[in-house]
């Protein structure tokens, strides 16, 4: 289907091309009956270059804009927010007023100077590690300070020779071009847009949040650098994160040649191997509630599947080891603030945690997470309105796999509909959908029943048992205790950062009083206090 309007997309640009060549066509043709030669003089020297040129900055502003507003999850974003058009702008009227420059390719030279600077100067305001919401407030400020200097300049210039071919460029003019220069625009050009297109996948990760584009394996703070400069040809590992979060500094691990040259860092990397290869067993059996039945699980039952060590957030988690086994249905539970989500971050790879993470004795971070895990936030918005099946397909999962989650959460009625015309709980059930997708080891979801009705909870709740019972982890952040005692294995109660109970749920139910303020009694949960 893709394929399909690609190929018609292309078809009708190449139509439109030739149209523009030979429109008129009634005065082309009478010139080219009398004069042959003048006639494709015409349309190699005049029209092709131009032709050419608008094609070509077209392309490059169509695919900055459509990659800024995907940054900025906004159809009115476009690339003068970051400033540098307007940083761009005010180069070309220097190199024409101050310096005398009037030629295509110095008004050229001077853009991409002013473009420069006005990145510096965004980069020197808003900081490398900016939000998006501060690169788009920094961005707006030099965009309205270098558009007022333009003004400025192009209102003081002595010559109006100057300022008519300064405003002519400003205005994108397209005379005087030739076929070498039409060639120069369109080599970076095209670099530009087949980086842009490799940062595709990033940017429509952007739809459900910077949070899952994390889990995902975008690295969102280069990415985001990365549109805002044009220069992801000079990093291009801006839009992909192939190794772990973060060490016991909070910076990027960056490989295993990396984790060498620190001193020690080859006999680290030598014992992180080994513990790589080893399976943990289990030594005793365990007495576990599934579904209000209890099941003795014999030693050996289930085998870890993911190990977590030293795992802590600055500020949110202090440092903890996890372990859950194939077949474990664990539920975060914990007062508002208390640290599950932060938990659900760190095992995802949100927020540069420092510690390791395996799965399946695979570090996610250094071959992808794809197959891994998936993450679902607590959050149920999407940017864009987005028919609900290709939500479903963010995540990179086949289209056997999409099915499969539509299936599971029984949306194929509500697979062709947009997301904005959704309620709040159906698009619940889609978002977990494409945390489904793709069968991954782990599930990390955070807050799954929130906004569904009671049927739906116990139908999800169901689900995830099955999902379980199929060999996979979960871990999943609640706040029904009941429901959380009823389906889960285990429970891990978290408070101020740091997990004050961790074990089966008739047990660790017994702290929610010291934890919650709250105790069961006749009616139901009650306040202790």
Not at 78 to 85: A, I, K, V
Not at 372 to 395: C, H, I, K, N, Q
Request: charge should be positive; charged fraction near 20%.
């Amino acid at each position: 289907m893709r394929r399909g309007l690609w190929a018609l997309l292309c078809t009708a640009l190449a139509l439109l091309f030739a149209l523009s060549l030979l429109t008129p066509w009634g005065a082309l043709a009478a010139l080219y009956g009398e004069d042959r030669g003048l006639a494709l003089l015409l349309l190699q020297e005049l029209r092709l270059p131009r032709a050419l040129l608008a094609l070509t900055y077209g392309a490059m502003l169509g695919a900055s804009g459509a990659a800024i507003q995907g940054l900025f999850a906004n159809p009115l974003a476009s690339p003068d927010l970051t400033g540098t058009t307007s940083g761009a702008a005010l180069g070309a009227v220097v190199s024409a007023y101050l310096l005398g420059f009037t030629g295509p390719l110095a008004l050229s030279a001077g853009a991409v100077a002013g473009a420069l600077g006005a990145l510096l100067l965004l980069l020197a305001l808003a900081g490398p590690r900016a939000e998006t919401a501060t690169l788009l407030l920094s961005g707006l400020a030099i965009s309205a300070l270098a558009g007022a200097l333009t003004t400025l300049a192009l209102a003081l210039a002595p010559s109006p020779f100057a300022f008519y071919d300064a405003y002519d460029w400003l205005m994108g003019s397209l005379i005087d071009r030739s076929l070498e220069q039409a060639a120069f625009a369109a080599l970076p050009a095209l670099l530009c847009l087949a980086l842009l297109a490799r940062m595709g996948r990033g940017l429509d990760a952007l739809t459900l949040g910077e949070e899952v584009a994390q889990s995902l394996g975008h690295d969102v703070r280069r990415m985001r650098l990365a549109v805002v400069t044009g220069c992801a040809d000079l990093c291009p590992a801006a839009y992909r994160r192939p190794s772990r979060p973060g060490g016991a500094s909070g910076g990027g691990d960056r490989g295993r040649a990396a984790a060498c040259r620190r001193p020690g860092g080859a006999k680290r990397t030598a014992r992180s191997d080994a513990a790589d290869r080893r399976r943990d067993g289990t030594s005793g059996g365990a007495l576990l509630p599934v579904d209000g039945r209890a099941y003795a699980l014999a030693a050996g039952a289930m085998s870890a599947l993911v190990t977590a060590r030293g795992l802590a957030l600055a500020k949110r988690l202090a440092p903890l080891d996890l372990e859950l086994r194939a077949g474990e249905l664990a539920c975060l539970i914990g007062p508002n603030g208390s640290g599950k989500t932060s938990l659900l971050h760190a095992v995802a790879g949100i927020g540069s945690p420092s510690g390791e993470v395996r799965i399946d004795g695979t570090d996610p971070w250094r071959v992808g997470p794809q197959g891994l895990l998936s993450y679902l936030p607590a959050t149920r918005e999407v940017s864009w309105p987005m028919l609900a099946r290709d939500v479903v397909a963010l995540g990179g999962a086949s289209a056997a796999e999409v099915g499969e989650a539509i299936a599971l959460l029984d949306l194929d009625a509500l697979a062709g509909r947009r997301m904005d015309r959704l309620s709040t709980g159906e698009r619940s059930r889609v978002l977990i959908a494409r945390a489904l997708a793709g069968r991954p080891k782990l599930l990390l979801l955070d807050e799954p029943t929130a906004n569904l009705d009671p049927l739906w909870q116990l139908k999800l709740m169901g689900t995830l048992r099955r999902l379980a019972s199929d060999g996979r982890a979960l871990l999943v952040a609640m706040h029904d205790l009941d429901l959380a005692g009823r389906f889960a294995d285990r429970l891990i109660l978290m408070d101020s950062g740091r997990v004050a109970a961790d074990g089966a749920p008739r047990e660790v139910l017994i702290e929610v009083e010291r934890v919650f303020g709250i105790r069961r009694g006749p009616e139901g949960w009650t306040a202790a206090y």
